[in-house]
């Protein structure tokens, strides 16, 4: 990646909470701000790596409100040798280092950017690691001070999507021969519905049974082409895994993790703050971070004037 470059990630910071599936701004104010702004770590304390979050704000840009931040992977690199009046030389020594990453979280849907600010800083995957174990660290240790059961948190179901966009997906399956089987996993959805019928169906027994987990699978599908409308169409909405062949019979698992958005936008210098109103701006050119349903919209209007209150 040139250093004029970062890359651009799309995700569905997609939350809800208990046996009602209660939806992520619900407990903005008392378990989603509060976490991110402790001090809480994933990692242990005495070790490398360890990741969170610093200079968590929430913000107003282009008239909507966002929880913005630096995600951290404080580390270390080991060095062994170097090369001096030109032999190699050993000489141990720990390097500290502190890639990070940028995250924009718009409120109104959930969803959110995340921009490398380079190639060693923590993607999407570690960012929800780090999510799961800060805000469930939260909950936690918040209910143990709490003695009426029915004041504690609820649990939290925490699912942070990559949004692959049209031609990130074209691109992992340009090379594809075959599909062996498609596999989906569904997971409780935030104010969301899938566009998909069957997606529709299985939600609903979903909540019937109690389950926050279930996955279908497709077995040899024969359109490439309809096999990429449907990850596309559900992108952000459930995980997608295949198993393919390539033209020489070659066979390979396509991870949830490989489809990942990958937008380019320019930079000529470390990511800082000031930057934000920036990196929406090239968000939304794309238009995945503008969609919001219906009940979003009406949950974000109620909580408007609680986030203008954290801000102060």
């Known amino acids: 990646m040139a250093n004029s470059e970062r890359i651009m990630y799309f995700a569905n910071f997609n939350i809800t909470y208990g046996p009602d599936e209660e939806p992520m701004l619900s407990h903005f104010e008392d378990i989603i701000y509060p976490a991110f702004l402790s001090d809480y770590k994933r990692g242990k304390t ?131 021969k075959k599909i062996n089987w498609l596999k989906m996993r569904f997971f409780p959805l935030n104010n969301d519905i899938n566009p998909i019928p069957v997606a529709q169906n299985i939600d609903l027994e979903m909540k019937k049974i109690g389950s926050k987990r279930a996955h279908i699978q497709f077995t040899s599908p024969e359109s490439k082409e309809e096999v990429k409308g449907l990850i596309d169409r559900s992108a952000g909405l459930a995980v997608s895994t295949l198993e393919v062949m390539d033209e020489n019979g070659n066979k390979t698992k396509i991870k949830e993790d490989q489809f990942t958005s990958s937008l380019k936008i320019s930079f000529g210098r470390d990511i800082k703050p000031e930057d934000d109103p920036y990196i929406v701006s090239q968000a939304k050119q794309e238009g995945v971070v503008s969609v919001v349903s219906a009940d979003n919209h009406s949950l974000y209007k109620r909580f408007k004037d609680i986030f203008a209150r954290l801000m102060s």
């Open 46 to 176: 005495d070790e490398h790596p360890l990741f969170y979050m610093s200079d968590v704000k929430i913000k107003v840009i282009e008239d909507d409100y966002v929880l913005v931040g630096n995600y951290i992977k404080d580390t270390k690199y080991d060095v062994h040798t170097t090369i001096q009046n030109g032999e190699l030389v050993s000489t141990p020594s720990s390097v500290p280092t502190a890639p990070y990453s940028r995250f924009i979280i718009f409120l109104k849907n959930h969803r959110m950017i995340l921009v490398r600010n380079e190639s060693q800083s923590p993607d999407i995957r570690s960012f929800q690691a780090t999510v799961r174990e800060i805000v469930n660290k939260y909950i936690n240790n918040t209910n143990r001070k709490i003695k009426d059961k029915k004041k504690k948190l609820p649990k939290a179901f925490i699912n942070i999507v990559n949004i692959p966009l049209p031609n990130d997906i074209e691109a992992v399956l340009k090379d594809v």
